[in-house]
């Protein structure tokens, strides 16, 4: 995937908040996820514009998560997120803000994974549609 193609003649000259957009807000959450799950696919014709993402644990475990980008055949796109090691008192969490967003097209998912089956994780994403 190339650079992002911008709409605002001066693109240069914003900072922060990305201009107003035309599209539907989206939203994805998943919680006690355990192996590799789907948290977003984005719909046929739309592309997806990532704003924020947050990826955490609940529980002690020794092991790691991640949240990726991939397209429809699994190809990873992006780690969006990765916690490693041994997550211990029980709390890790991490999240981001993505200005200007990241433009994931139609058919591309948003997944997360853990590798301890002890591990209560959670995750979300926020974004709109175009």
């Known amino acids: 995937m190339g650079f992002m193609k911008f709409r605002e003649a001066n693109q240069v000259k914003w900072v922060g908040t990305r201009p107003g957009h035309n599209g539907e807000a989206a939203y994805a959450t998943i919680g006690n996820s355990n192996g590799l799950n789907i948290l977003y696919t984005v719909p046929v014709g739309k ?14 475990a020794n092991g790691y998560m991640y949240m990726e980008w991939t397209d429809a055949g699994g190809a990873r796109q992006l780690f969006i997120h990765v916690i490693a090691g041994n997550i211990a008192g029980g709390v890790d969490d991490t999240s981001d803000s993505f200005s200007p967003p ?23 994403v926020y974004g709109w549609l175009e």
């Open 47 to 60: 592309t997806l514009f990532l704003t924020w993402s947050m990826l955490g644990c609940l529980t002690i």
């Open 102 to 124: 990241f433009e994931i097209p139609a058919g591309h998912l948003i997944r997360v994974f853990n590798s301890d089956a002890s591990m209560t994780i959670y995750a979300s």
